[in-house]
T-cell receptor
Framework: KNQVEQSPQSLIILEGKNCTLQ??????????LRWYKQDTGRGPVSLTI?????NTKSNGRYTATLDADTKQSSLHITASQLSDSASYIC???????????FGAGTTVTVRA | DVKVTQSSRYLVKRTGEKVFLECVQD?????MFWYRQDPGLGLRLIYF???????EKGDIPEGYSVSREKKERFSLILESASTNQTSMYLC?????????????FGPGTRLTVL
């Protein structure tokens, strides 16, 4: 069964600090992995997409990494801002299925 | 700018009521999806539609039905609402069905069934 596990479930960081979120998956055969950001009361918005051959991708202060061998991904937030407070969802796609596998998300709270 | 809108942000219904959740997208996408989102769980697919009047069951279709009479509109119907259907409902659309096609999400409808 395709599964996506995210850790930690939640974290609190001070404004200006960095943090790293983890995503482990068992989805096979692997196609791609997306990180979504979901602000409170809003729908998820895609931050990055990574395919098998990519191991790093950045979007501003967000940097995603992918290790397809160990089936792990991380999302690093640099110099956090209050607006980074949100839930971050890891979503993995298999190449033989239209359905996506969603992680439960990590809730990040940035405090001034 | 791409846009998916949902008819209600918050909805409170009584057990046994028939509930309609509406979703509209303005991107001319072929595919539309309904998910529910519960704390501690990833998004779960209820139904999706790949064309007008075409639909397929997702992972948790029990207690739900859908309607897609026009390309831009996808409705989720709870025939007889129950308390275990209290949840956040998210609609999404995509151009293609393969996983590399980004799904664009609406703001969600938080449904409470009393």
């Amino acid at each position: 069964k395709n599964q996506v596990e995210q850790s930690p479930q939640s974290l609190i960081i001070l404004e200006g600090k960095n943090c790293t979120l983890q995503c482990n998956y068992t989805v096979s055969p692997f196609s791609n992995l997306r990180w979504y950001k979901q602000d409170t009361g809003r729908g998820p918005v895609s931050l990055t997409i990574m395919t098998f051959s990519e191991n790093t991708k950045s979007n501003g202060r967000y940097t995603a990494t992918l290790d397809a061998d160990t089936k792990q991904s991380s999302l690093h937030i640099t110099a956090s801002q209050l607006s980074d407070s949100a839930s971050y969802i890891c979503v993995v796609s298999a190449s033989n299925d239209y359905k996506l596998s969603f992680g439960a998300g990590t809730t990040v709270t940035v405090r001034a | 700018d791409v846009k998916v809108t949902q008819s209600s942000r918050y909805l409170v219904k009584r057990t046994g009521e028939k509930v309609f959740l509406e979703c509209v997208q303005d991107m001319d996408h072929e595919n539309m999806f309904w998910y529910r989102q519960d704390p501690g769980l990833g998004l779960r697919l209820i139904y999706f539609s790949y064309d007008v009047k075409m639909k397929e069951k997702g992972d948790i279709p029990e207690g739900y039905s859908v309607s897609r009479e026009k390309k831009e509109r996808f409705s989720l119907i709870l025939e007889s609402a129950s308390t275990n259907q209290t949840s956040m409902y998210l609609c999404a659309s995509s151009k293609g069905l393969a996983g590399y096609n980004e799904q664009f999400f609406g703001p969600g409808t938080r449904l409470t069934v009393l």
